[in-house]
């Protein structure tokens, strides 16, 4: 094996700095496992491989667990990780965001082919003045086979409850941030990238927490070898 030059992959730099520690972390349910990492600092880089640190999922199919109730799925690999909050019709409504059912869903990317996956950086929804908002039983899964019925690997699990059926994660609930959350994934090989979701804590400031059972997404960005190294618009 080549010895491993490491670079680092530019994904993932801030927990958003706005978020203003309470009582409980952020202010969210005390039942969360929320990650401590403090969310004003930059996460550390993620090392991967020399040529392990390209962008594989820039404009790639996107299926889905069930059909959007708003947003097309092509938005999730379109390069904008930012979601917006708009009026229109006297309501507002999530712009370059899709809106899934509520429960357990999943949204997956096909690389096409095969592809050795070093890393994947996730964006459900964060919206600038809002709520501090973490999602509920994030899990990402690698497989070769579009049903993940066989050689599928997981590569970040934190349902601690184990509600999906996965096993109980161990990786650490975390509050949205404009950065997105990217995690490694080891040199794991596959074609689809498989993301899952189970609604979201909104935490608000005080005592309005409440649990929102949609389920948002903004961006999937995967790393690894191979591509054309395409860098977010963010
Ligand atoms: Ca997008």
């Known amino acids: 094996m080549r010895a491993c030059n490491v670079l680092v992959l530019s994904v993932g730099f801030l927990i958003a700095s706005r978020l203003v520690s309470t009582g409980s972390p952020w202010g969210l349910s005390p039942y969360m496992q929320l990650d401590p990492y403090p969310h ?19 404009g790639c199919g ?43 869903q999943w949204v997956q990317v096909d690389l096409g082919e095969e592809k050795e996956i070093h890393a994947v950086c996730i964006w459900h929804c ?50 949205e941030s404009p950065y997105g959350r990217p995690f490694a994934t080891g040199a794991v090989k ?20 409440s649990v929102l059972p949609g389920n948002h997404y903004t961006e999937i960005e995967v790393y690894g070898r191979g591509g054309k190294g395409e860098k977010h618009d963010q």
């Not at 996107?62 to 959007?68: D, F, G, K, N």
């Not at 979601?83 to 229109?88: A, I, P, T």
């Not at 039983?137 to 993940?148: E, G, K, L, N, T």
Request: charged letters at 20%; a negative charge.
């Open 190 to 209: 596959g074609r689809y990238v498989r993301c899952y979701s189970n609604g979201c804590f909104d935490g608000g400031t005080g005592n309005d927490q």
């Open 62 to 104: 996107v299926t889905s667990s069930t059909p959007p109730l708003s947003g097309e799925l092509s938005l999730i690999t379109d390069g904008v990780t930012k979601c917006r909050l708009q009026w229109g019709w006297g309501m507002q409504h999530l712009e370059a965001c899709v809106t899934l059912s509520p429960g357990l």
């Open 126 to 175: 964060h919206l600038e003045h809002s709520n501090q908002r973490a999602y509920r039983a994030v899990i990402c899964r690698i497989s070769s086979d579009p049903d993940f019925a066989d050689g599928a690997v997981t590569v970040f699990n934190n349902d601690y409850e184990n509600s999906a059926g996965f096993g109980k994660g161990k990786d650490k609930e975390y509050v």
């Open 40 to 58: 004003d600092q930059q996460r550390p880089p993620i090392a991967v491989p020399e040529g392990c640190d390209k962008l594989l999922s820039r």
